[in-house]
């Protein structure tokens, strides 16, 4: 695991929550209404005007979409990309020899729009499972790739949503070598979100001098951090994964783990990672709270992760979350049947920062008060589970009537 310098690091990026993939130098990005959805946009671009080398991480579903596996076999043929297109509404996915050859098509149409290499393209869908691309459609989307009227960034954050109810973006900038870099992000989740990449996009982009290997360590490092530490209900999806772009116009000395601030750069980017993965989480489905699960003492890192996503996987928990129901006992349960390793006399329990188990023992607490700090938000469970030095953190949301209703009705 990368080891990551934090302090007074937090105080050195410059945060812009309003910020996104087109903030570093040299990436735009837009979005555009092909008729894929019935009124929101469905079709986005994010293209450098420069090549960027490339890397990403991809679901572990065996069901893998064409656009995914396309867009894998570009990146792990060229390590470079310079655009990328989403499509929302369709996923492209369980769709066999026409699925693949729709998304060469779109891939060399945008490749041919903007006079690049066709293997420089990305593609990305999502949506509904088994239906063919309306190829009409998408072959009109291509054709308005950086229109001047459509390069605008919040339109490709609406144009990768599906059920999402808000758009998940974020940007930081951090001095490196004297020099200005910026990473930003853009991502897209909301159901079927499990830990090991879920129906979730991600793209993330930085103006950083950094070489394909050490970007792809970074990101896969960092993806164990964050986007792999998320759950909405279990389900993991056929189009999952996160991109991420770099095409050095910040114009640092090159970025690796002996660079002197190495640190730096990992801290920020980690920092973008978690906080989409955050926003995915606290996007669920008919979600009303964001649910953070807090780990420490297990044997190691990997035992601290499987309890963390044990806690945030167990619809028990999550129900009880959603009725605001002080059940710390079904908190106790998921840490149980998590790990092997767990030590009931050397576990204790924190629920909203009131102690309600102590080395395997309840405790008597304010019920009331409890009640009311369960009304909040964010709702944070810290278990220590030993005396180990392996800690993790887990993020995810509260179930509720809501969920059903959308997951019931989502193909009309």
Not at 139 to 146: F, K
Request: aromatic share 8%; net charge negative.
């Amino acid at each position: 695991m990368i080891d990551i310098e934090t302090i007074d690091t937090l105080k050195q990026l410059n945060i812009d929550v309003q910020g996104d993939v087109s903030s570093p130098s040299g990436f735009i990005a837009g979005g555009f209404h092909t008729g894929l959805r019935r009124k929101k946009k469905d079709f986005g671009w994010i293209y450098s005007t420069t090549e960027a080398v490339a890397t990403g991480v991809y679901t572990l579903n065996r069901f893998k979409a064409a656009p995914l596996k396309l867009t894998e076999d570009s990146i792990n043929s060229n390590k470079t990309l310079q655009a990328i297109v989403v499509n929302s509404a369709n996923a492209n996915s369980c769709t066999g020899e026409k699925g693949t050859q729709d998304a060469l098509d779109t891939q060399a149409w945008v490749a041919e729009r903007l006079n690049i290499d066709q293997q420089n393209v990305g593609v990305a869908s999502t949506g509904v499972v088994g239906a063919f691309l309306p190829m009409d459609k998408i072959y009109y989307g291509t054709q308005h790739v950086l229109k001047e009227a459509y390069n605008n960034s919040q339109f490709f954050n609406q144009a990768i949503l599906t059920t999402d109810t808000v758009t998940k973006h974020i940007a930081v900038q951090v001095e490196i070598d004297g020099k200005t870099v910026t990473i930003g992000g853009s991502a897209k989740g909301s159901g079927m979100i499990h830990p090991n990449m879920a129906t979730m996009l991600g793209f993330i982009t930085t103006d950083a001098n950094i070489d394909a290997n050490t970007l792809d360590y970074c990101l896969k490092q960092t993806t164990d951090q964050s986007f792999n530490m998320i759950t909405v209900d279990g389900d993991t999806s056929t189009n999952d994964m996160v991109i991420c772009m770099a095409n050095g116009l910040a114009h640092n000395s090159e970025i690796n783990a002996l660079h002197p601030e190495w640190h730096k750069f990992v801290y920020a980017f980690n920092f973008v990672s978690q906080y989409l993965a955050k926003l995915i989480a606290k996007d669920g489905e008919g979600a009303t709270k964001l649910v953070t699960a807090k780990v420490t003492g297990a044997p190691n890192v990997d035992e601290a992760r499987k309890i963390a996503k044990s806690i945030v996987s167990s619809n028990l928990v999550k129900t009880a979350i959603h009725g605001e129901d002080a059940n710390f006992g079904r908190i106790v349960t998921a840490i149980g049947y998590a790990s092997k390793c767990i030590e009931p006399e050397k576990t204790n329990v924190y629920l909203c920062q009131v102690p309600v188990l102590e080395q395997g023992i309840h405790l008597d607490f304010d019920e009331q008060l409890l009640k009311e700090r369960l009304t909040e938000d964010d709702i944070v469970i810290e278990t220590s589970v030993g005396e180990g030095k392996g800690e993790a953190a887990a993020y995810g949301c509260d179930l509720s009537y809501e969920y059903v209703r959308i997951n019931a009705s989502y193909r009309t």
